[in-house]
């Protein structure tokens, strides 16, 4: 009876290695056609890591990654590489449904610089892989020969994908983050195939300092959980020296926001209630929140980041998006040890990213306005309006808009709860398109409806008694209690 079983298991095992092996080489033919410039250089034998960087006007910063990277510890040269992709798209941005002229103008003049930025981006690192640093020093300033100089001595292996010149580029569908990101992961699984290997590939940004033991603690992480097919690591935000017109009010008051949200998530993870970004999948008994993944610190095992298909080309949410298709092939994780530092900054790079963030906190900040967010105190409730307003809507087809409108003023009345009237004027917008037909949909109508300022949103959460008992300790809980402390009042 053993011996059948176990035979029964290699077998099993077998087919799912050639299902995977299938998959491999499916999105390597959909991704990397013969048309596509390949990198030359074959991957050492050692290799256990592929680094993928996506880059868009990031001439200023991209010798920060590669800094670093060229001081790790724990690890030999050989067993890891970087693969820095220089992106932009073929034509210039299209504006976005209800995006503001001033954030529009903003990625507008990002595209335009980026277009010359990205050209002296590809020339210096083509340079550092094949000129002295004579040859590559004029014009640079003492910090950045500095850092040429540590990468050249250090044997670090990097290698450029150019999608950034003329007749390069990727698509217009294609040429944003994820595109990027997804055109170095391609890469990265056909080099791993190539030497027979599931290696690890990691993801991450151009404006990134790792830490000494990335590499090292990367590779621990995978040997210690082989089960684990993806992780999240640790990020922490470093101001700009130069941060050119945005306060360094906005700047906290942002990262405020941010650290605020970590521990919005967690309590509607205790309220059961899906977020953005949240997979709804049990791992395991533990009752472990899932992590959701951010580009600028997130892993996979190479053969499974082909299966799911990559990262999805968007030209924002496309880290979450990317945690969500492993998580639903397999287990992620979050793994504190692997840790960043990434560059709170200005920038107008990504549609949704952290620097579009800070835009759009620093113009509401100059007009004189507040930060809002989602209320805390309607968490526990969602489960009961989506029901309420599921039934209204089913029950009352001709006068749908009136119904709920009444339903969800009344609860919210009895609650205690402020809402605004103007929000809830907008059901009509929700029922001609659909959105109501969701939880997500009906979510997003509660949350615009109940905004509130970003320091009444945080008074209320740290006083919340289930956020308390499991949080407290915790180091969200006291990095939102600091900052909160350091800048109440300005929020």
């Known amino acids: 009876m053993e011996m059948e079983r176990d035979r029964t298991e290699f077998f099993s095992k077998i087919a799912e290695e050639a299902e995977l092996k299938g998959s491999v080489k499916k999105y390597i ?289 496309e880290d979450p998006a990317f945690g969500k298709r492993l998580a639903a092939i397999g287990k992620i994780g979050y793994a504190p040890d692997i840790r960043v530092a990434q560059l709170s900054r200005v920038s107008a790079r990504a549609e949704g990213g952290h620097g579009i963030g800070i835009l759009k906190a620093n113009r509401r900040l100059e007009r004189g306005l507040s930060i809002e967010v989602e209320n805390p105190l309607v968490i526990p409730h969602i489960n009961s309006l989506i029901e309420i307003i599921k039934e209204r809507l089913s029950s009352t087809k001709d006068s749908a808009q009136a119904s709920v409108i009444e339903a969800v003023q009344e609860f919210f009345g009895s609650h205690n709860i402020a809402f605004r009237e103007k929000r809830l004027a907008e059901l009509d917008d929700y029922l001609t398109s659909g959105n109501l037909i969701t939880d997500e949909g009906i979510q997003d109508l509660l949350r615009k409806a109940t905004k509130i300022t970003l320091g009444q949103a945080i008074k209320y959460i740290l006083e919340i008694p289930e956020i308390q008992a499991k949080f407290q300790a915790g180091i969200e809980y006291k990095d939102l209690v600091k900052a909160f402390q350091d800048i109440e009042g300005d929020v």
């Open 29 to 317: 033919d959909l991704y990397l056609p013969p048309s596509e410039d390949r990198i030359p250089e074959k991957m050492s034998d050692s290799c256990q890591v592929a680094l993928v960087i996506p880059a868009y006007g990031e001439r200023k910063y991209i010798l920060r990654p590669l800094g670093s990277l060229a001081e790790q510890v724990g690890t030999s040269p050989d067993e890891f590489e970087v693969i820095i992709v220089i992106n932009n798209p073929p034509s210039a941005p299209i504006k976005l449904e209800n995006e503001h002229d001033a954030i529009y103008k903003a990625r507008l003049q990002h595209y335009e610089t980026a277009l010359a930025d990205n050209q002296e981006t590809l020339n210096l690192l083509s340079g550092i892989k094949t000129l002295s640093e004579e040859e590559i020093s004029a014009g640079l300033s003492t910090t950045e020969i500095e850092e040429i100089h540590r990468i050249k001595e250090s044997g670090l292996i990097f290698h450029v994908i150019d999608k950034a010149s003329e007749g390069k580029t990727l698509s217009s569908e294609q040429a944003n983050v994820g595109g990027a990101r997804n055109r170095g992961v391609a890469e990265a699984v056909a080099r791993f195939a190539e030497i027979d290997r599931n290696g690890i590939i990691a993801q991450s940004d151009a404006d990134i300092r790792f830490e000494p033991d990335y590499v090292a603690s990367l590779i621990k992480q995978y040997q210690n959980h082989p089960d684990i097919i993806g992780f999240r690591g640790a990020v922490e935000l470093e101001s700009e020296v130069d941060s050119g017109t945005i306060s360094e009010s906005t700047k906290e008051t942002t990262r405020m926001k941010r650290l605020y949200k970590r521990l919005l998530n967690r309590y509607k993870d205790i309220q059961g209630i899906g977020y953005q970004g949240k997979i709804n999948q049990a791992q395991d008994d533990s009752g472990e929140s899932i992590p959701v993944f951010w580009g600028s610190n997130m892993s996979s095992r190479a053969f499974e980041a082909a299966k799911v298909g990559g990262v999805p080309m968007m030209g924002a949410g």
